[in-house]
């Protein structure tokens, strides 16, 4: 228990000194579909740092939780699969979108309304996190 306090401290003071090594833009999501219990968040994640990077885990202030999905076909259907690690290289800019990788909001507090931004924090390797701001588009 102390460890992952120590854990937890260090990444904490970490994240507040160092730069972002993540360029993050076009942070959107869909609004929701009555009734849905999901949503769907898309960016563009550039790594602008000198070293290869691992996206280890995704929260959102939206949802109970949040993961990196991408699309697989299997036995001739499409369907989804959640990444619990994405590594990407430096300079290596890796495309959120339809049909491929996303992010899964999973269990939405409240539907997802045109115009509104909430928080993504992604989580990677260093012990770092980045915070982002994504708007929520009309379908
Ligand atoms: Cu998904």
Redesign the pocket.
């Known amino acids: 228990m102390l460890k992952l306090l120590a854990g937890l401290a260090l990444m904490v003071s970490t994240s507040a000194m160092a730069q972002d090594a993540l360029n993050i833009s076009d942070a959107r999501a869909k609004e929701s579909i009555p009734g849905s219990q999901n949503g769907?968040a898309f960016a563009t994640i550039e790594n602008t740092s000198s070293s290869p990077i691992i996206i280890t885990g995704v929260s959102s202030s939206v949802s109970k939780m949040t993961q990196i999905?991408t699309h697989v076909m299997k036995d001739g259907m499409m369907s989804?699969k959640h990444v619990p690690e994405l590594s990407i290289q430096p300079g290596e800019q890796v495309v959120f979108q339809s049909g491929g990788y996303?992010f899964?909001l999973m269990g939405l507090k409240e539907p997802l309304v045109k115009g509104e931004t909430f928080n993504l924090t992604i989580s990677y390797d260093t012990n770092q996190t980045q915070l982002i701001s994504v708007q929520v588009e009309g379908r």
Do not use: A, E, S
């Open positions: 769907v999905h989804m996303h899964m």
